[in-house]
């Protein structure tokens, strides 16, 4: 079946930039999603489109693609970043959806 | 303001069934795909099935294929799953969720429900 592969964690210093990647065959032909959740929380949505922002997030996340890996990137992180990112997509026909296996940012 | 309201979770026993609803609010619910998610405790998201605006298309994850059923009452802004045959590794907190896509190609969540809980335990 489809997978989804992302680091278990990444660690960064305050105010520094994290990069989260997410790596699937299906990725160039499939938009891929990006999701932060904190603790006792719903996911909330952070990258549409591979690399659309939706409103009220800020400037700091942004997304790209290349090939078969999809990079979630935050500039100048932040203490309130800390959480679980998650990214989510589709395998090449569209029958089904996976979640990568989500990873732990730690802000130092 | 768009909101989802999970219902239904509560402790059941292995081999029982258990049917979820998701309650939508602030927006036309017949123009979305409605998804589910699952997310045992302390472990990450998984994605288990989605239903087209018109009730008429379903996927599923294989995982639970043939124990789950998704189905809609768009008249009653609600979406419902049914679960059945629950072993001890469903139990998970289950959250419904909206896509914001058009196309049947993409799986693109944006709103969730805060979830459900489900515990099944003998």
């Known amino acids: 079946s489809y997978e989804l592969t992302q680091p278990p964690s990444v660690s960064v210093s305050l105010g520094q930039m994290a990069r989260i990647t997410c790596s699937g065959e299906?990725?160039?032909?499939?938009?891929s999603y990006w999701y932060q959740q904190k603790p006792g929380q719903a996911p909330m949505l952070v990258i549409y489109r591979d690399s659309e922002r939706p409103s009220g997030i800020p400037e700091r996340f942004s997304g790209s693609s290349s090939g078969t890996m999809f990079t979630l990137t935050i500039s100048g992180v932040q203490a309130e970043d800390e959480a679980d990112y998650y990214c989510?997509?589709?395998?090449?026909?569209?029958?089904?959806?996976?979640f990568g296996g989500g990873t732990q940012l730690t802000v130092l | 303001e768009v909101l989802l309201v999970e219902s239904g979770g509560g402790l059941i026993q292995p081999g029982g069934s258990l049917r979820l609803s998701c309650t939508a609010s602030?927006?036309?619910?017949?123009?979305?795909?409605m998804h589910w998610v699952r997310q045992a405790p302390g472990k990450g998201l998984v994605w288990l099935s989605r239903?087209?605006?018109?009730?008429?298309?379903?996927n599923f994850a294989d995982s639970v294929k043939g124990r789950l059923t998704i189905s809609r009452d768009n008249a009653k802004n609600t979406v419902y799953l049914q679960m059945n045959s629950l072993r001890v590794d469903d139990t998970a907190v289950y959250f419904c969720?909206?896509?914001?896509?058009?196309?049947?190609?993409?799986?693109?969540?944006?709103?969730w429900g805060q979830g459900t809980s489900v515990t099944v335990s003998s």
């Open positions: 969720a909206r896509d914001l896509e058009t196309s049947s190609s993409y799986y693109g969540i944006d709103v």
């Open positions: 602030g927006f036309t619910l017949s123009s979305h795909w």
């Open positions: 239903i087209s605006g018109d009730g008429k298309t379903r």
């Open positions: 989510l997509s589709a395998d090449s026909s569209g029958s089904y959806a996976v």
């Open positions: 299906a990725l160039p032909k499939k938009y």
